[in-house]
């Protein structure tokens, strides 16, 4: 089956650190790869997404990189704020076959000042 | 252009009722799907309607029924509520599979 494996966290880094959340995935196919932030009491949003392997998708600072060879879509960032804390979601889903999201864990994220 | 709207935000039933639920899409999209978000089992796929038909359907028991309007307005329904119900129902629309808009979401809460 499909399936994502996350980072565990939660993590905590210092304002202006660099940020790397893991993400691995199983699938049947070829996937569509997405990133999902949730802020404290709100829906999803999505952050950013690839669509075929070496694609990057990139949004506000973040990056990901579709990588085949290693089935990983990690997110990163290069100098988080604060604003940047919230929980953060790997999914993907495969088009033309299923719908439907499947997504990791999640992975809260803090930003101390 | 306004975003998927769900209604109502906050919910409280009691154990063995029903409920409804309601959601509606961005203009132009015929796809919706539902989620339920849980602590304990995370972000877990319902179903999905695509022009009026469920074309897609997850690993939850009879007791949650959708249906999908010509407008392509969403609703779910839970019938015969348990407290392990108590979660974050979120729902998606999209034109297609690369890009779901998810709603902020029902919090229904189960006493």
């Known amino acids: 089956g499909n399936s994502v494996t996350q980072m565990e966290g939660p993590v905590t880094l210092s304002e202006e650190a660099f940020l790397t959340i893991n993400c691995t995935y199983t699938?049947?196919?070829?996937?569509?790869l997405f990133w999902y932030v949730q802020y404290p009491g709100e829906g999803l949003q999505l952050l950013l997404k690839?669509?075929?392997?070496?694609d990057k998708g990139s949004n506000k600072g973040f990056e990901a990189t579709y990588r085949k060879e290693t089935t990983s879509f990690h997110l990163e960032k290069g100098s988080v704020q604060v604003s940047d804390s919230a929980v953060y979601f790997c999914?993907?889903?495969?088009?033309?076959?299923?719908?439907?999201?499947?997504f990791g864990t999640g992975t809260r994220l803090t930003i101390i000042p | 252009k306004a975003g998927v709207t769900q209604t109502p935000r906050y919910l409280i039933k009691t154990r063995g009722q029903q409920v409804t639920l309601s959601c509606s899409p961005i203009?132009?999209?015929?796809?919706v799907s539902w989620y339920q978000q849980t602590p304990g089992q995370g972000l877990q796929f319902l179903f999905e309607?695509?022009?009026?038909?469920?074309?897609n359907k997850g690993n939850f028991p009879g007791r949650f029924s959708g249906r999908q309007f010509s407008n392509s307005r969403s609703e779910m329904n839970v019938s015969t509520l348990e407290l392990g119900d108590s979660a974050l129902y979120l729902c998606?629309?999209?034109?297609?599979?690369?890009?779901?808009?998810f709603g902020s979401g029902t919090r229904l809460t189960v006493v």
């Open positions: 998606a629309s999209s034109q297609d599979s690369y890009g779901y808009t």
């Open positions: 699938a049947t196919g070829y996937p569509s």
């Open positions: 690839a669509t075929k392997a070496d």
């Open positions: 999914a993907l889903s495969l088009s033309g076959v299923n719908e439907k999201l499947t």
């Open positions: 203009s132009g999209h015929r796809s």
């Open positions: 309607y695509f022009s009026e038909t469920q074309r």
